[in-house]
């Protein structure tokens, strides 16, 4: 094991345990938000923060996510999201940018009430990577 100096730029106002805790912390946290029309998926909302998760009524009507660009920004880093739906009437549609794909889809239907899918970019397509 090596260890490192500590440089002049190090922050020491707080301790390695509270740095981690508080790292941990920022990252455990997920970022959600209701929605019952549709939308662009990460497209800042009057916070100016993009969600992890997305709860979609769609009683009203069909909801369509439209996911964002794969192959830049947030999607090309690696970043996910989780679409869940929250009620037994209509379709939530999971669509990609344009024409990239969601496995090899252009689209992705949820019909069934606490149905989810959580979608991660390999920076060229969509590719789901947890559902139920």
Known sequence: MTYSELVS???LSETVPTKI?????????????????????????STGSPKDIY????????????????TTGDALAGRVVTIFKVDAA??????GDGSQTINGATTVTMSAQYNYRTVMSNG???????AN
């Open 9 to 11: 730029t190090d922050d």
């Open 21 to 45: 805790n508080n790292n941990f912390r920022n990252r455990a946290m997920l970022n959600g938000a209701a929605m019952t029309a549709s939308f662009t998926a990460w497209a800042d909302d």
């Open 124 to 130: 060229t397509e969509w590719f789901v990577i947890g």
């Open 55 to 70: 709860f979609c009524a769609s009683a009203g009507g069909n909801v369509t996510v439209t996911l964002p660009d794969a």
């Open 90 to 95: 209509n379709d939530v549609i999971i669509d």
